[in-house]
């Protein structure tokens, strides 16, 4: 042999064994393998891998060191390898004692110099720590995830049996268990299943009340302070009678429970069953556990804190003061219905608007006043004069309280305000009432007095008159004036009497509707022709009792005269007036109202006019005795005062509705004598 190659050979072969004891001493896994699949060479780190030595494994098949559920897998990566000559996966290894690994694999094809298949290289790496690594993330981020879709789920509503049912239901899928219960202490340590999600086969036990005589004595300090129990075997458990005989009473092989606090108050327990066989229960299934009790409790308190507010709200709502709530800004944060009755404003019209702004407050000082106190004291009331949505202006009783944050810090101000309106009203209509019936008993005095003073001066007026014989006409023009004053003296006197006591005469049953006819005949013949007289009287006013009253004629006709005749008066450049009668009843509800009504059937005369109308100053006076807006020679501000004395002496009353510019309406209201 020629010398030259014989060297070449030699070195060559030498090159070979460095590279096998090279590739054999490597830390990945390497092997050869026939075109059978079978191991040619495999070095020390391969046949570790897979629980065995180099020698041992030199003829055998590649599928013997691959998992039965794999092979389909490794089978189409070894086609792909053929096709393209490199083929890479990771897949399951079987070691040689039926154990499994994860490995990563790089297949590569070999070649004869003919480019003839002639097997294939296996680098290998056993990735079973990174692939445990990453299942443990994976869970990991299935918890988490979970977790946030339950944090999720159960803060998207605030109804606690949505809350309850939502979190056992994800968990029990996520566990893998088969019963998953949220559990409530009553008193006593009793309690009650809240909420259940188990698997078909297993006992129900939604709404069972259990009470656990252990509990309270053994197990109620533990909880509260945290503590987590995980049972994997009942049977092997050492665990009280009392217990093992509840556990096994619902199938309970094993379980996990965790407390579900709020604060240091144990309000129950999250607990999971595995009934089909025992379970070691893993870390993170207590510490999933954990999270979601803990979730529970927020979501749980803020459940209940809601369904008290709702408790309270209703109880607002039903409240006839109108309450609500503006921030410091003085922006409205709550607005009750009583509010929404009130002032008309709903609730979406009035969140988030300003107080002043809405209500129109104009009582600014009183209104300045009240913010420093309540800011300064905690609390202030008070009377407020406020506008509605129509317009229309109110007066309330009102109340603020200061409402304070957790820390202490002043947060808003809570206001409660009663309409006091119609209080007033009545309250000022009694006050003239009072006054009016002072006036009456004073003016009976005078009045009385005054006919002791004027009769005898009318008799020597009227017996000179007699004994002068052809007097000047001087003197005639003095007895005249004498006679007249006297005469006029006389006729106030009795028109004091009117008002002050009433008439003495008999009453009789008037027929109102002829009674405002002959009232008309007169006023159209002396009223001027720029005022148009209108009537309204329905057919059946008259003639069958229907318009009757008791009362006497000849003052009711001096009633509806005075009235027509103001009428008259407050349209000087003419106008429309207008004498209507009806029947009505009052009610008690109005009745309450109105000082001097009472329940019953009615004959209404209204006396409307299109004049100058009556300021609000005067037409709380306009009933006063003495007092007029005319001049002394026009009036002696008796008329309103007499209409008032007749009408409250036939037992009815007056409403008098009037606005500047917009003209009067005068509502006579009489008894109905049928």
């Not at 495999?42 to 590649?62: F, K, L």
């Not at 507010?309 to 009750?336: H, Y």
């Not at 004053?485 to 005469?505: N, Y």
């Amino acid at each position: 042999m020629n010398p030259q190659l014989e060297k070449n050979i030699s070195q060559t072969e030498i090159q070979l064994y460095e590279m096998s004891t090279a590739l054999g001493h490597a830390v990945e896994g390497i092997s050869r393998l026939d075109s059978q699949g079978r191991y040619l060479f495999v070095n020390e780190a391969y046949a570790r891998m897979v629980g065995t030595t180099p020698v041992e494994m030199m003829g055998c098949d590649w599928q013997s060191t691959v998992h039965v559920e794999d092979r389909a897998k490794a089978i189409a990566a070894y086609q792909r390898m053929l096709a393209h000559g490199k083929a890479e996966l990771e897949f399951r290894g079987l070691r040689r004692d039926g154990s499994v690994f994860d490995k990563s694999l790089v297949m590569v094809s070999a070649y004869d110099e003919q480019q003839r298949f002639t097997g294939h290289y296996c680098f290998m790496k056993d990735v079973s720590d990174r692939q445990q690594t990453a299942a443990k993330l994976q869970q990991q981020l299935e918890r988490e995830r979970l977790l946030a879709k339950i944090t999720d789920a159960i803060r998207q509503t605030l109804d606690l049996n949505q809350i309850l049912h939502t979190a056992v239901d994800q968990v029990r899928h996520f566990l893998r268990t088969d019963r998953v219960i949220a559990f409530r202490f009553l008193p006593d340590w009793q309690g009650i299943v809240e909420a259940e999600s188990v698997t078909a086969g297993w006992t129900e036990t939604l709404g069972m009340k259990i009470q656990d005589l252990c509990f309270g004595e053994l197990y109620a300090e533990n909880y509260r302070y945290g503590r987590v129990s995980a049972i994997s075997n009942i049977d092997t458990a050492d665990i009280g009678p009392c217990y093992e005989e509840l556990l096994s009473a619902f199938q309970v092989k094993a379980n996990l429970v965790v407390p579900i606090l709020q604060g240091d108050h144990l309000w129950g327990l999250l607990i999971a069953h595995h009934c089909r066989a025992p379970r070691e229960w893993e870390p993170e299934n207590t510490q999933l556990l954990k999270q979601v009790a803990t979730q529970m409790g927020i979501a749980i308190r803020q459940a209940e804190l809601h369904q008290q507010t709702r408790e309270q709200a209703a109880l607002i709502d039903i409240a006839t003061d109108a309450i609500f709530v503006r921030d410091l800004s003085g922006k409205i944060a709550f607005w009750s219905q009583g509010a929404e009755r009130l002032y008309g404003w709903r609730q979406e019209e009035a969140i988030g608007q300003p107080v002043r702004q809405l209500l129109k407050k104009k009582d600014s000082l009183a209104i300045e006043t009240a913010i420093r106190t309540t800011m300064e004291q905690g609390f202030w009331q008070g009377e407020l004069t406020q506008s509605t949505k129509a317009g229309n202006e109110i007066l309330v009783a009102s109340r603020w309280t200061l409402m304070r944050d957790p820390a202490g810090h002043p947060q808003s101000l809570l206001e409660v305000n009663t309409d006091i309106t119609e209080k007033k009203k009545l309250e000022a209509q009694f006050y003239q009432a009072q006054r009016l019936e002072s006036l009456g008993q004073l003016a009976s005095g005078i009045a009385h007095d005054l006919g002791n003073v004027l009769t005898p001066i009318l008799g020597i007026a009227q017996l000179l008159r007699i004994t002068q014989k052809n007097p000047d006409a001087s003197t005639q023009q003095q007895l005249d004036i004498l006679e007249k004053s006297a005469k006029r003296g006389v006729s106030m006197v009795k028109q004091i009497l009117t008002f002050a006591q009433g008439s003495s005469d008999d009453t009789t049953t008037v027929d109102v509707a002829a009674l405002l006819q002959e009232v008309i005949d007169v006023i159209r013949q002396g009223f001027p022709s720029s005022i148009e007289i209108h009537k309204s009287m329905p057919q059946s006013a008259s003639g069958d009792g229907f318009g009757s009253v008791s009362a006497d004629s000849t003052h009711l006709h001096q009633v509806f005269m005075n009235l027509c005749i103001n009428a008259r008066d407050a349209m000087p450049g003419g106008g429309v007036l207008t004498i209507s009668v009806d029947s009505g009843f009052v009610d008690a509800a109005v009745a309450s109202k109105i000082p001097d009504a009472s329940v019953g059937h009615y004959m209404i005369v209204t006396v409307t006019d299109t004049g100058t109308g009556i300021p609000p100053e005067v037409r709380d006076r306009m009933f006063d005795p003495f007092f007029t807006t005319k001049s002394p020679d026009q009036g002696t501000g008796l008329g309103l005062a007499t209409v008032l004395g007749i009408v409250k002496n036939a037992g009815g009353f007056l409403r008098v509705m009037s606005e500047v510019g917009q003209g009067t309406q005068i509502e006579v209201y009489l008894p109905s004598a049928n």
